[in-house]
């Protein structure tokens, strides 16, 4: 089955009965563009001399290295249980003993259970030894050794290398060697290099272990695997040792393989990151990001995998991304700028705790703190990284007294945590174990949460349920300024058709004029079809003009006006205050000012005081705009929105305006109102940089990363909101992305790293253009280039920000001849499909719409299309 240009195989259960058929299957290119992918091959077995490897059916003898571990044991069980011959070879004699003994030596879910059953029911196939020539009797010798980083955030190649040599006296021919945990990229060619020059004919495959600490047991039957081989027996060796776990396998060359476990920890490290950072600029503006989260994640599909905040340590996250940064030469800027977040988390928490007891004139000095819970991860007994350590270090340096405590650990310097609360003034938070949640703690004791796992300010949301057995609902006079736009004529029609008298008001005349005429003025998913059924059933309530001074009138005056940012990345006020003063002469008591478009926060309070200056007794209220352009009509009427006012009648009103609408209204503060709408599109806007990050690190080493990320993200729950590269841009993410910046005086480093990354993807497939032309003696220089689609998102006519034009402008300084199309899009500069596809020799992709999938191209034309 093709999945996304990796080939998954699936019938495992032939693969057990009828080994000697095994058919490796070969990475295919996605038919969706037939692009011309350079998938590695998998080159013809050679026979070699040796022994016959065992059948599947009969189960291989597999040695372990490192199999006392965290990775190796469970794996190493779990082998051991569907049938292979299991050797754990570790170094930790303490260990060995343990696990002999039947203690299973740290938390793992069903390891002390599984541990227990191999040892009584199968012995013969689990065996615990410290001796590496045990492997020369094995077909398989997995490493569960990773490739840690040094003090210069550099991989550290000696332990990898020195399990090698180790191994060297031990090994024959016709053996896989299967590395297992993280290696540093190249790291497998290295090795088999190693074998070849050792004259060994031992094979390389790397299978990457992907699993939740803790979890391993159970995932290790559920999660799909990846697996990558040298030469074809390696590929059926890996085969072969997974088959029993009866789990999808997909197959990468080894190179790619590598790179897939980097991206996925290097990913989620980032998204972590983003979080953490949003609670920093929250913290430090007197906000609680816990509830802004909350408001945005309710009932919201898009905020899917938005994370909480917390310490995000443990051995594989930071390790993983600082590999992929020294893989890279150290440009991996968006991982460098999570790890600085990541790692001054602890310093955060400090800062909070120390601006907390500064309003009362106390510090730290002599004050007896206590630190919950000390594993790196909830739930969990693995100290390795935590930086809840870090935590204790900083408090001490501050004077502190510190109590810790840790319900999963046993250590000569940890309390109970009942003796920690009654002896503490203040408890941080070190690791949100279950057994915490329920904890009482003493009357007026502080606490300290950046995991919010402790019960916060209560948020107020009125359900659907609520608002339908709200009888006191009554219709509203509103005014929509810029209503002929892209965010107000949705919902001025919504509106209309909900009950409320709607006003248009917009200095668009040409899209007035449209929507007099029953003609919707740009692309909306059953747009027309609401404006001719309002025009024709209730005109009444739909009234358009270009007069400000018809608001007078009007109960509610919703303005779609956004705050954009200047050359230098700011926030432009001038537009919002100019909307403002247009309006002044004409508001009256007892209205309500209801800002609808991103502002910078603390912009709702600054137009209240404006008002306020000139005697007006108008309430403010923000209530941002969460809708997928385009879809404007559907997801008004089901997702949840979010309101805030400036006191009882503002709120009053918000509420009414939106409650015929049948959705949840979730309750704010202005200003938690206007920072959850940031945060929203910031998030979404790193994490769409994160994905092109490493579309740009792949492509940069002629890998796939389309296959990559298919491989990743197949049957994975972890990766199921791992993102697609592209351009990403328009009139929305980039310029919320810059007003949050602005808000932390730019110290958004995560958010600026985002844009760099994301408004270089034009200049990045230019360059693999030029690579892959100056292959064949090429450049751009009079070539023949067609852009097919130039809107900034896919099934769209809108072009603000797109950056398509970009990457036309960029082309034609090389000295290509550019054509330029798009389905949606109709200007005297674009040609037809046609057209382009006729006249070009090359083509890019400048946005995938619908329309393009089943376009056929000629078999020498070359095609580039960083969307996947």
Known sequence: MAIGGVTALLDLENVQAAPAQVGVQRPVCDPSFERQTKAARVPEATTLPGKR???????????????????????????????????????????????????????????PELLARC?????????????????????AVVVAMATPVDEHLNPQFGVIEACIASLRPHLRDRQTLILRSTVFPGTSARVLAAFRSWNLNVVVSVCPECLASGHAIEELTKVPQIISGSDIESVQCAMALFAP?????????????????????AWRYVVLGTANQFFQIATSKGLNFHRIRTAIMHRYGRAAGFPSAGFTAGPHLLRDTLQLAACCRHTFSLGHAAMLVNETMPDCILDEAKRDLARNGRTLAGLKCGILGMAFKPDSDDARESLAFKLRRLLLWEGAQVLCSDVHMKCEDFVDAKHLLLQ????????????????????GQKVFDCWGCLPGPKLSITSVEDVKHNRERKALRVAVIGGAGHVGLPLSLVFAEFGHSVLIVDTAESNLNAIRQGCFPFLEAGGTELLQRCLAEFPERLVLTSEYSAVRGCDVVVV???????????????????????????????????????????????????????????????????????????????????ISGSDTQALSHASALFAPLGVDLVELELQEAEAAKLFLNAWRYVVFGTANQFYHIASS??????????????????????????????????????QLAAYCRHTFSLGHAAMLVNETMPDCVVEQAKRELSQ??????????????????????DIRESL?????????????????????????????VEHLLERSDIIFIGCPHREYQGLAFRAEQLIFDCWG
């Open 119 to 139: 040892l009584a029911e199968f012995p013969k196939r689990f065996h615990v030894t410290s001796d590496h020539s045990t492997v020369r009797q094995c077909d």
């Open 776 to 797: 064949v003696g090429r450049t751009l220089m009079d070539a023949r280039c067609g852009i097919l689609g130039m809107a900034f998102k896919p099934n769209n006519d």
């Open 701 to 738: 080493r002629g890998l796939d990363f389309d296959r990559i990320r298919a491989a990743i993200t197949h049957k994975n729950p972890r990766a199921a909101t791992f993102p697609r590269s592209g351009f990403t841009a328009g009139p929305c993410l980039f310029k919320d992305t810059m």
């Open 53 to 111: 490897r065992r059948t599947t059916s009969e189960g291989l003898r597999v040695a372990i290295i490192g199999g006392a571990g965290h990775a190796g044991l469970p794996f190493s069980l779990v082998l051991a249980e569907r049938g292979h011959s299991v050797v754990v070879i570790d170094g930790d004699d303490i260990r060995i003993r343990e696990i002999q003994q039947g203690r299973f030596p740290f938390l793992e879910a069903g390891g």
């Open 560 to 642: 779609t006006i956004g705050t954009p940012v200047d050359e230098h990345l700011n926030p432009n006020f001038s537009v919002i205050e100019a909307c403002v003063q247009d309006m002044l002469p004409f508001l009256t008591k007892g209205q309500t000012l209801v800002l609808r478009s991103t502002l910078f926060p603390g912009t709702s309070t600054r137009v209240l005081s404006a008002l306020q200056e000139k005697g007006l007794a108008v309430g403010v209220s923000f209530c941002p705009e969460r809708i997928a352009q385009g879809q404007a009509l559907e997801e008004l009427r089901c997702l949840p929105q979010i």
């Open 245 to 265: 776990f009866n789990i999808d396998v997909l197959e990468l060359c080894l190179a790619e393989a590598e790179v897939a476990k980097l991206f996925l920890n």
């Open 804 to 832: 398509a034009f970009k990457l036309r402008r960029l082309l034609s300084w090389e000295g290509a001849v550019v054509l330029c199309s798009d389905v949606y899009v109709q200007r005297d500069d674009f040609v037809s």
């Open 424 to 443: 503490s003034e203040i408890v941080f938070i070190g690791c949100p174990h279950r057994e915490y949640y329920n904890l009482e703690l003493q009357e």
